[in-house]
């Protein structure tokens, strides 16, 4: 057995019962330190990653991402999961040949989006959506992995924020082989409800980017797992702009006080 099949045993395991947090560094450093947090599983952020290239989230390159799941798989011994935006394809066929390029990088999981990044269509028309779901699902069964594909529905995060077309897509996704379900930007416990329910037994992510949900309430709505996105890297951006930006416009440092001995943290590995 592979140290990749270890991981997508382990990330498997963490689906069938409970709930756990699955953080989302955006480097190798900040993924190191989510381990020795304790947390069991990581998943990678478009977004914090592309930040740190001086660029907007949905910017990047397939290669890029290749390379980043690479160096963040292979930083730490957790579970992987992918944030593998749109699958860097329009057309099904090309949406699996490059889920096959990510299974090969060390991740337990990946994630496939239905949103177009057209301002006047946001999202894919439905029988496409699913037939790139289904593609992916393919792709992942050829190659052997195992990994968990995730379905998503970006219906809140562009703009168009019905449920009943949520739930009908994420419904959708599973059928055509999505092992986990999510629509990130659901913020109110009666949407985490309706949509546990709707694609129940299957499992459901939960994205958690405000404080309106505790992970004991998820967990007793159903839901399996959570993330944060791009939020922690957000915080991360928080503190170091506002210090940078008193020393730009006030010649003062306040902010250079209470701060975490970083090298005390890595030196325990």
Known sequence: MTVQDDRVDSFRRLHGAGCFVMPNPWDAGSAVALELLGFKALATTSAGYAWTLGRADNQLRLGQVLEHLRTVSGAVKLPVNADFEGGFADEPEQVGANVKLAAATGIAGLSIEDSTGDAAEPLYELDLAVERIRSARRAIDESGTGIILTGRSEGFVVGRPDLGETIRRLQAYAEAGADCLYAPRIGTVEEVSAIVAAVSPKPVNLLVNAPFITLPVAASLGVRRISVGGTLAR????????????????????????????????RTR
């Open 235 to 266: 915080t991360a951006w928080a503190g170091f702009l506002t210090a940078a930006q008193e020393i730009a416009d006030e010649g003062t440092f306040s902010r250079f006080q209470e701060l975490p001995d970083v090298d005390a943290r890595f």
